[in-house]
């Protein structure tokens, strides 16, 4: 083996830190770099690698195999993402789906004219979620999709509840219809509206004398967060939420129901689920995994923008082919 994957994290949230922790867990990579717009000196990293300006990357091209991008999807990754991939091999998770194509296209240009790799949309959903989606489309094609999200901390949701007036803290949990996943699980095919998927669950910590049923009002009909959901609320002190919601957990399931045989007569169903501790540390682990396909690929040559939908699995992992034939198939 040559030298290890030299990788650097591009801001340092929840997601950067995460990365940080998952390139410990991989003996064929180092951490090179941290790069923020904050400055170095605002940030203390858990490790002893050196942090460094946004704008210092582009003076260290010689010392750095794969970015992995930590932005957020909205104003971050559409401008980082591009800017970047012309001048390194790339990795973002890029979230905001109905702008994928349009990110895909921006991303693809820059890393053809700079000759270097670049994976976008890599995570779990998407990612992971949406490659199992593939694999039981392609493997059924009579059939049904179906994905559910939680029990988990949904960030946004979390966030849109604490810019109402009154709210001191907040957190969401998104949490999948029991009744809705049996039903799936049985092969019963239902179609389910968005209320009939998933509920909301509110932890909403307030300020003294704040009109609490004008708040409670202004979450569950909140347009695009709430109002097509069952959502409750409950009011609680800061000290319960820190005690109690402090974490960033999450996960969901994935399904294909489907039929096979001339006549139908067959049900299958295919499920993948997630229960994660911390959503942003597993993100990062997936982000890791990917950037090593990224840093393999740029090695052979190739160029231009990818999805979890076009690398091999075997580039994700540290060992060889022939080790990987050998043990795990």
């Given at each position: 083996m040559g030298h290890k994957i030299r990788i650097a994290i591009v801001g340092y949230g929840n997601l950067g830190k995460g990365v940080e922790?998952?390139?410990?867990?991989?003996?064929?990579?180092?951490?090179?770099?941290?790069?923020?717009?904050?400055?170095?000196?605002?940030?203390?990293?858990?490790?002893?690698?050196?942090?460094?300006?946004?704008?210092?990357?582009f003076t260290m091209k010689n010392q750095i195999d794969v970015v992995v991008l930590c932005g957020g999807s909205a104003t971050d990754l559409p401008v980082q993402t591009p800017k970047l991939a012309e001048h390194f091999n790339v990795i973002d998770s890029f979230d905001t789906h109905a702008?994928?194509?349009?990110?895909?296209?921006?991303?693809?240009?820059?890393?053809?004219?700079?000759?270097?790799?670049?994976?976008?949309?890599?995570?779990?959903?998407?990612?992971?979620f949406s490659l199992n989606r593939l694999i039981g489309q392609a493997v059924l094609p009579e059939g049904r999709?179906?994905?559910?999200?939680?029990?988990?901390?949904?960030?946004?949701?979390?966030?849109?509840?604490?810019?109402?007036?009154?709210?001191?803290?907040?957190?969401?949990y998104t949490i999948p219809v029991g009744s809705a996943l049996q039903s799936v699980r049985a092969c019963e095919n239902p179609d389910l509206t968005t209320r009939q998927k998933h509920t909301r669950e509110c932890f909403v910590v307030a300020e003294e004398g704040a009109d609490l049923a004008a708040i409670e009002n202004e979450i569950v009909t909140m347009p695009n967060y709430f109002a097509d959901y069952d959502t409750t609320v409950h009011f609680i002190s800061k000290e319960e939420l820190e005690r109690d919601h402090s974490g960033i957990p999450h996960g969901g399931v994935v399904i294909r129901s489907g039929k096979t045989g001339f006549d139908n007569g067959n049900n299958h169903v295919i499920e993948f689920s997630l229960k994660l501790d911390s959503n942003p540390q597993f993100t990062s682990s997936v982000l890791v995994a990917y950037a090593r396909a990224a840093?393999?690929?740029?090695?052979?040559?190739?160029?231009?923008?990818?999805?979890?939908?076009?690398?091999?699995?075997?580039?994700?992992?540290?060992?060889?082919?022939?080790?990987?034939?050998?043990?795990?198939?």
């Open positions: 922790a998952a390139v410990d867990k991989n003996p064929d990579m180092e951490l090179v770099a941290i790069f923020t717009r904050r400055g170095p000196e605002g940030v203390k990293v858990a490790t002893d690698v050196p942090v460094y300006y946004f704008d210092d990357i702008k994928v194509p349009e990110h895909f296209e921006a991303v693809n240009n820059a890393a053809m004219a700079g000759s270097h790799v670049a994976i976008i949309s890599v995570g779990w959903d998407p990612g992971l999709d179906y994905t559910f999200w939680g029990k988990g901390v949904s960030q946004g949701h979390s966030d849109a509840i604490r810019r109402i007036k009154g709210v001191v803290d907040a957190r969401q840093y393999r690929l740029g090695c052979e040559g190739a160029k231009g923008c990818k999805t979890v939908f076009d690398i091999a699995p075997a580039y994700l992992h540290p060992e060889t082919p022939e080790e990987l034939r050998k043990k795990i198939l």
